[in-house]
């Protein structure tokens, strides 16, 4: 039973941009990590982004292949966050999954799709022209 719930995604024009957001859908959820996740056809389920809210390090961390056009950003408060994603190119399709844990993740473990309790059902983004 998904307990985080995505919206936005759609079709884009490469170069173009878009923004997907995610958020819990009870307030019961409790959670020290929020993440991106996203899967496209025969290849594994990559990580995207992560942000450990303030008090687990308040830190973003973003995958190479996204960093600088990618942008997380989220509020702990109402279990909510987002994605900005520009410059959007083809190899960025995907179905984009938004992911939590309950636990402050270190570095190493936060590319672990089996560490997140909490995963939406995912939102299809497709860059083509």
């Known amino acids: 039973q998904e307990q985080l719930m995505e919206s936005g995604g759609g079709l884009v024009q490469p170069g173009g941009s878009l923004r997907i957001s995610c958020a819990a859908s009870?307030?019961?959820?409790?959670?020290?990590?929020m993440a991106w996740f996203r899967q496209s056809p025969g290849k594994e389920r990559e990580l995207v982004a992560s942000y450990r809210w303030s008090g687990y390090g308040g830190m973003p961390r973003y995958a190479s292949s996204v960093k600088g056009r990618f942008t997380i950003s989220g509020e702990k408060a109402t279990n909510t966050v987002n994605l900005q994603m520009n410059n959007l190119k083809p190899e960025d399709t995907a179905v984009y999954y938004c992911a939590a844990s309950s636990r402050g993740l270190i570095v190493s473990s936060q590319g672990i799709p089996n560490n997140y309790e909490y995963w939406g059902q995912g939102t299809q983004v497709t860059v083509s022209s």
């Open positions: 009870e307030r019961t959820v409790s959670t020290a990590i």
